[in-house]
């Protein structure tokens, strides 16, 4: 395919992803970011949100939590700590994972990890977005 760059996503237990693809906007640590064919190189440390790609003008979601993306030679590698395509999300296991979250932060009188349950509550959300987002696209 002329114009594409190759998308590898990447987790300790699997190969999530292999394609060739027009555009991917990734959650970097900092803020998300954009590449397209003929990107310069980089590398940036990865956050918890919604890596989408579009592949022959659709759009696709993927959840991502934590990793790290490397951009070169016309390929972006994703090394995820967790990825799931948005077809393969749980929404009821993520709104069971929010609601937890949430009641954990409503009892603030009691000793809680805040960052860890925030984390949570984080990926319970994207996760929930990821997927709304796919079938919203209806290509996922």
């Known amino acids: 395919m002329a114009n594409?760059?190759?998308?590898?996503?990447?987790?300790?237990?699997?190969?999530?992803?292999?394609?060739?693809?027009?555009?991917?906007?990734?959650?970097?640590?900092l803020g998300e970011f954009g590449v397209l064919?003929?990107?310069?190189?980089?590398?940036?440390?990865?956050?918890?949100?919604?890596?989408?790609?579009?592949?022959e003008g659709k759009a696709y979601y993927v959840f991502i939590s934590g990793g790290f993306a490397e951009v070169s030679?016309?390929?972006?590698?994703?090394?995820?700590e967790v990825a799931e395509k948005a077809t393969e999300?749980?929404?009821?296991?993520?709104?069971?994972?929010?609601?937890?979250?949430?009641?954990?932060?409503?009892?603030?009188?009691e000793k809680i990890d805040a960052a860890r349950n925030q984390a949570a509550l984080r990926r319970a959300i994207a996760r929930m977005s990821c997927q709304r987002s796919g079938k919203s696209a209806g290509t996922c």
């Open 37 to 55: 064919p003929s990107h310069v190189p980089f590398l940036s440390a990865l956050g918890i949100g919604n890596l989408h790609y579009k592949q």
């Open 73 to 80: 030679n016309n390929k972006v590698t994703v090394l995820a």
């Open 89 to 109: 999300i749980d929404i009821e296991r993520a709104q069971k994972a929010r609601e937890r979250a949430e009641a954990r932060t409503a009892q603030a009188k």
């Open 4 to 29: 594409t760059l190759k998308l590898e996503i990447v987790t300790p237990d699997r190969k999530v992803l292999s394609e060739n693809v027009e555009y991917v906007g990734a959650p970097g640590i």
